[in-house]
C-alpha cells in the first residue's frame, strides 16, 4: 500500500522567506507524484507533477519541488514566498498501474506580510 | 470546460435527514472520485468510478453512506441517515490519466 508522510502540520513564514516543504512517500515501485494547494476555502489544485523525467520540476506561481527516488522524497520549494502563499498544501501519490492518489496530512502555510 | 461541479455549496441539516450530494465531472473523463476532508481525518477517499462503475468504496465509512453513477456526467453521494459526525466537505474529482480535478466542494453540516 501506498502512504505519504508530511513532515510538518502548520508552518509559518515571513513574506520574502524561502520555503520548503517535506513530503515522503512509500511505495517501491513506479510512481507519480504530486503537489495541490488548496487556498483559503476553496477546492484543490494541482500545482505541479512529476511522471518522469527531469526530477527537478517547476509548477506554477513560482513553485518547484525535486524528486529524490533514492530517498522517496518529493520536497516543494519556493524561493520567496508572498502573503498570498497562504494555504494548506498536499503532497500526493500514485503508484503508476493504479487510479487512485493517497493524499498526505497536508502542510498548512501562513505567510505574515 | 467549466471543471467539476457540485452542488450544493453548502448544506445544513438535521441529524436522521437524506442528504444528498451531487456531482457533474468534466466532459470525458472517465474515472470520478468521491473524497471527504475533515480537521481531524485530512483528505480521505470514500469511493471511485471508472466509467460509471464503482470500483473500490473500501473507503465508505458505513452503509448509511452509498453513491451512485447513473451516466458519464452525473454521480450522487448520499447519506441516510446523517449523523453530527458526518459533518465535514465532500469533494468530488475526475481525471483522464493521471491528474485529478476537483471540484469546489460541498460543506456538509449536520446539527
Known amino acids: 500500500a501506498q502512504s505519504v508522510s508530511q513532515h510538518n502540520h502548520h508552518v509559518i513564514l515571513s513574506e520574502a522567506a524561502s520555503l520548503e516543504l517535506g513530503c515522503n512517500y512509500s511505495?517501491?515501485?513506479?510512481?507519480?507524484l504530486f503537489w495541490y494547494v488548496q487556498y483559503p476555502g476553496q477546492h484543490l489544485q494541482l500545482l505541479l507533477k512529476?511522471?518522469?523525467?527531469?526530477?527537478l520540476v517547476k509548477g506554477i506561481k513560482g513553485f518547484e519541488a525535486e524528486f529524490i527516488k533514492s530517498k522517496f522524497s518529493f520536497n516543494l520549494r519556493k524561493p520567496s514566498v508572498q502573503w498570498s502563499d497562504t494555504a494548506e498544501y498536499f503532497c500526493?501519490?500514485?503508484?503508476?498501474?493504479?487510479?487512485?492518489?493517497?493524499f498526505g496530512k497536508g502542510t498548512m502555510l501562513l505567510v505574515s506580510p | 470546460d467549466a471543471g467539476v461541479i457540485q452542488s450544493p455549496r453548502h448544506e445544513v441539516t438535521e441529524m436522521g435527514q437524506e442528504v444528498t450530494l451531487r456531482c457533474k465531472p468534466i466532459?470525458?473523463?472517465?474515472?470520478l472520485f468521491w473524497y471527504r476532508q475533515t480537521m481531524m481525518r485530512g483528505l480521505e477517499l470514500l469511493i471511485y468510478?471508472?466509467?460509471?462503475?464503482?470500483?473500490?468504496d473500501s473507503g465508505m465509512p458505513e452503509d448509511r453512506f452509498s453513491a451512485k453513477m447513473p451516466n458519464a456526467s452525473f454521480s450522487t453521494l448520499k447519506i441516510q441517515p446523517s449523523e453530527p459526525r458526518d459533518s465535514a466537505v465532500y469533494f468530488c474529482?475526475?481525471?483522464?490519466?493521471?491528474?485529478?480535478?476537483f471540484g469546489a466542494g460541498t460543506r456538509l453540516s449536520v446539527l
Open positions: 500526493a501519490v500514485n503508484a503508476a498501474r493504479y487510479s487512485t492518489l493517497t
Open positions: 466532459s470525458g473523463h472517465d474515472y
Open positions: 512529476y511522471f518522469s523525467g527531469d526530477p
Open positions: 474529482a475526475s481525471s483522464l490519466g493521471n491528474i485529478q480535478y
Open positions: 468510478f471508472n466509467n460509471n462503475v464503482p470500483i473500490d
Open positions: 511505495y517501491g515501485g513506479t510512481v507519480n
